[in-house]
C-alpha cells in the first residue's frame, strides 16, 4: 500500500494505492489520524485500491467516525470490485461515495 | 594468576621477549660495526707512521752492500754508521724496531739479518746480530715476502699486520723492498711499530657497549612493570572475567581497570557495560520466553472455550429427522473472529447464525464471543431477525471504542414450511440449492455490520426453502482464500465447487468445499479464518437423520 497526500487549507486529499488488509490499515488509520488536525474535507482516493479487507472497513470507519466530529469524509473513483464489498457490509449507506 | 605470569602465551611475556631481543640484535650489530671500524681506524693510523719510519729508513740503506755487508761484518765502518742511524731513527720515533734482512728466496723459510735495531726503551726485543739466521713460522708474512720478491714493479710498501693485533702487545710491520743500483731487490727494509693503545681502546668500547645493554635491560625491566600494571595486567584480568561471564553468566566484581593506555580503560569499562547489559537481556529473553508460553497455554485454552461457544457436536440433532445440518470453522489464528451457531428457538423454528468479525486474533475472538452471546440470548426473546440485530447493533455501539465491527447473517427457518426470515448485516450472500437444480447464490437487502453505526435501521428479507434444498452460508475466508502468489478462490470457484457436491449430504459438501480450498492455498499459509455451515431440509420425515458423526473435516 501506498498514501500520498494533497493538502488544500482545511482540504486534504487522501490517494491510497494498492491493498488494505490486516498488515496496511493500522498504517492507513494511523496516517489519516496524523494529518486530520484542522481538517474539515477529506477525500479517500480509492482509484487504484484493489482489495480492501475486514481489517481494512474497520480502519475506514474509524477514519469515518474520527471526521465526522469535525467535517466530512468523502470517498472517489471506488473500483467496482471494492464497491461490491461496501455494498455487501452496508457501508455504502454510511458513507458519501462519489 | 602466578602460573599464568610464566605462560608462554602470557602477553608481558611475549612483548618483553620481542623488545629484549631486538634490543639484543641491534646491540650486536652495532658493536660488530662499531669495533670494525675503530679497529681499521687504529690499523690505518699506525700503519701510516710504520710506513713513515719505513720509508725514511729507507734512504739510510744502501741496497748495493748488502752483500758487503754480509760479508765483511760488523766491523764494516759503512755497516757500523748505517746502524747507529737507523738507532736514531728507532728512538726518535718510538718504534719497536727497525731491521734489515735478506730472505731464503728458494722458500721464504728462513731469513738472514743485515741490519736490526731495537728502541732503547723496549725490552721485549733483543738486536739480532748482521748474520744471524731465522726460521719464520709466521705463514702469512711468508707469503707477502714472496709476493714483493715476486714483483719487481712493486714500489710501494707492503703493510703487514703483526699476529696477537688485539692481544696485549700488537704490532704493526711495514715492509719495504730494498733496491741495488739496477733496481733488483737485495733485501727487505721492516718498521715494526706498538699499537699500544688499541687494547684499550676496544676495551673501552666493549665497556660503553655492555653499559648500553645494562641499560637496556634496566629499561626493560622498568618497561616489564609498565606493560604489566598497564597492559598485560588488565587484559590479562578482562580475559578472564569474559571467560567466567561466558561460563557463568552472573554478575561478577567490575573490572573498573584504570591503565594509562586509554583503549585498555575504556575496553574494561566496555566490558563492565556490555556483561550489565548481557545481564538486562537474557533476563528480558527468560521473562519473553516464559511469558509467551504462557500467553501459549492461554491461547490454547482461550481456543477450547471458543470451540466450545458453539454447537459442536455432530450429528447436531440426531432425534430431527427432517433437517441436517453441519459446519465447521478454522481460525486463522489460535482464535478467531469468525463464528456460526444454530438452535432450536422452539420446535418448529430454527436460528441460523453465520458471523465474521472484522480482523482476526484475540480482539476479533472477544468481539465474537460478545456479540454471539447477545445475538442467542436476544434471539431467545423472540422476534425478526432485523429487530434481533438492530438491538445487537445498538448494545455493541453503545460501547464501541475499538471501533469493530461484525458482519452478521442471521436466519429463522419455519421448519414446516421452509420458510427463512433473514437479516443480513453485511454479511456474504447466502448459496441455495434447488433440488433437482444448482447452488445459486441469493442477493437480498444488505444493512450496514453490527457496531458500525448505531441507531440504524435493519430490514427482514425471506428466502423460500423446499423439501431437498440446501442453504450454504459461510464467510469471506472462503472466497477469499488467497495462495502464495495473492489470488483469491472468488465466489465462482466456490459455487462451482459446491455443485460438484450438490448431491452430497451438508458434511460432505463443508469437506468438498475444504478440499477445494486446501488444493487451491497449496503450501501458502491461511490468511482469513475460515467459516460455514450447510443445511439440508430433507424430504421424507424418518427416513434418515443427521449424518453419523465421521472425522472432522
Not at chain 2, 34 to 45: A, D, F, K
Request: overall charge negative.
Amino acid at each position: 500500500m501506498q498514501i500520498s497526500i494533497e493538502k488544500e487549507n482545511s482540504k486534504l486529499t487522501v490517494t491510497v494505492s494498492g491493498r488494505i488488509d490486516t498488515v496496511t490499515a493500522p498504517e492507513l488509520e494511523e496516517f489519516a489520524l496524523e494529518h486530520m488536525e484542522g481538517i474539515t474535507e477529506m477525500a479517500l482516493d480509492l482509484a487504484d485500491v484493489e482489495y480492501v479487507s475486514s481489517a481494512g472497513l474497520r480502519a475506514l470507519l474509524q477514519i469515518h467516525k474520527d471526521m465526522s466530529k469535525q467535517g466530512k469524509l468523502k470517498l472517489l473513483n471506488i473500483r467496482p470490485s471494492v464497491k461490491e464489498i461496501f455494498d455487501m457490509i452496508g457501508f455504502s449507506r454510511i458513507f458519501t461515495i462519489e | 594468576m602466578d602460573k599464568k605470569k610464566f605462560s608462554r602465551n602470557n602477553l608481558a611475556f611475549n612483548i618483553v621477549s620481542a623488545v629484549l631481543l631486538l634490543i639484543l640484535i641491534f646491540s650486536i650489530i652495532v658493536s660488530l660495526i662499531g669495533s670494525n671500524i675503530l679497529t681499521e681506524i687504529v690499523n690505518r693510523s699506525y700503519g701510516d707512521a710504520a710506513y713513515a719510519v719505513a720509508d725514511m729508513g729507507l734512504t739510510m740503506v744502501n741496497g748495493n752492500h748488502i752483500d758487503r755487508y754480509l760479508k765483511n761484518g760488523e766491523s764494516d765502518e759503512e755497516w757500523q754508521e748505517t746502524t747507529r742511524q737507523l738507532q736514531t731513527l728507532c728512538d726518535r720515533m718510538q718504534v719497536t724496531m727497525i731491521y734489515v734482512i735478506c730472505l731464503d728466496t728458494a722458500d721464504y723459510e728462513s731469513y738472514t739479518t743485515v741490519f736490526h735495531v731495537v728502541g732503547s726503551d723496549i725490552d721485549d726485543y733483543k738486536p739480532l746480530s748482521l748474520g744471524q739466521v731465522k726460521t719464520y713460522s709466521n705463514d702469512s708474512f711468508k707469503k707477502e715476502f714472496e709476493v714483493l720478491y715476486a714483483d719487481d714493479n712493486i714500489e710501494n710498501s707492503t703493510l703487514i699486520g703483526a699476529a696477537e693485533l688485539h692481544g696485549d702487545k700488537s704490532y704493526i710491520t711495514s715492509v719495504h723492498p730494498v733496491r741495488n743500483g739496477s733496481g733488483k731487490i737485495t733485501a727487505m727494509l721492516c718498521a715494526q711499530v706498538p699499537v699500544t693503545d688499541m687494547h684499550t681502546r676496544v676495551k673501552y668500547f666493549a665497556r660503553i657497549a655492555v653499559a648500553a645493554i645494562v641499560l637496556a635491560a634496566l629499561v626493560i625491566i622498568v618497561y616489564t612493570k609498565y606493560i604489566r600494571k598497564n597492559i598485560a595486567g588488565p587484559i590479562g584480568r578482562v580475559s578472564a572475567e569474559t571467560k567466567r561471564f561466558a561460563a557463568e553468566n552472573t554478575k561478577g566484581e567490575p573490572l573498573d581497570i584504570v591503565s594509562r593506555i586509554n583503549e585498555i580503560s575504556s575496553l574494561s569499562h566496555s566490558i563492565d557495560e556490555m556483561e550489565e547489559e548481557m545481564l538486562e537481556y537474557i533476563e528480558n529473553l527468560t521473562a519473553v520466553t516464559a511469558e509467551k508460553e504462557r500467553v501459549s497455554t492461554e491461547l490454547s485454552v482461550a481456543k477450547r472455550i471458543q470451540e466450545n461457544a458453539v454447537p459442536h457436536i455432530f450429528p447436531a440433532f440426531p432425534e430431527r429427522k427432517d433437517f441436517d445440518i453441519y459446519a465447521y470453522m478454522k481460525p486463522a489464528k489460535e482464535v478467531g473472529g469468525d463464528f456460526y451457531n444454530y438452535f432450536l428457538i422452539d420446535d418448529d423454528h430454527l436460528a441460523l447464525v453465520m458471523a465474521d468479525v472484522s480482523g482476526k486474533g484475540i480482539p476479533a475472538a472477544l468481539f465474537m464471543m460478545v456479540t454471539n452471546i447477545l445475538i442467542v440470548d436476544r434471539t431467545r426473546l423472540g422476534g425478526t431477525p432485523a429487530e434481533i440485530i438492530e438491538y445487537v447493533n445498538d448494545t455493541v455501539c453503545s460501547n464501541n471504542e475499538a471501533g469493530m465491527f461484525v458482519t452478521v447473517w442471521l436466519g429463522i427457518l419455519e421448519l414446516s414450511t421452509g420458510k427463512i426470515t433473514a437479516c443480513n448485516a453485511g454479511h456474504d450472500d447466502p448459496a441455495v440449492y434447488r433440488k433437482g437444480g444448482t447452488f445459486e447464490l441469493v442477493k437480498t437487502v444488505h444493512d450496514i455490520a453490527v457496531g458500525a453505526m448505531g441507531g440504524l435501521p435493519y430490514h427482514n428479507c425471506e428466502i423460500q426453502l423446499n423439501k431437498g434444498d440446501k442453504l450454504f452460508l459461510y464467510t469471506d475466508g472462503v472466497p477469499e482464500a488467497t495462495d502464495k502468489d495473492m489470488k483469491m478462490l472468488s465466489l465462482g470457484t466456490m459455487v462451482d465447487t459446491l455443485n460438484r457436491h450438490k448431491e452430497e449430504t451438508p458434511q460432505k459438501i463443508l469437506a468438498g468445499i475444504n478440499n477445494g480450498i486446501n488444493e487451491f492455498v497449496a503450501d501458502a499459509p491461511q490468511f482469513d479464518d475460515i467459516t460455514m455451515l450447510c443445511l439440508e431440509l430433507k424430504e421424507a420425515e424418518g427416513k434418515n437423520g443427521g449424518m453419523p458423526a465421521e472425522d472432522a473435516l
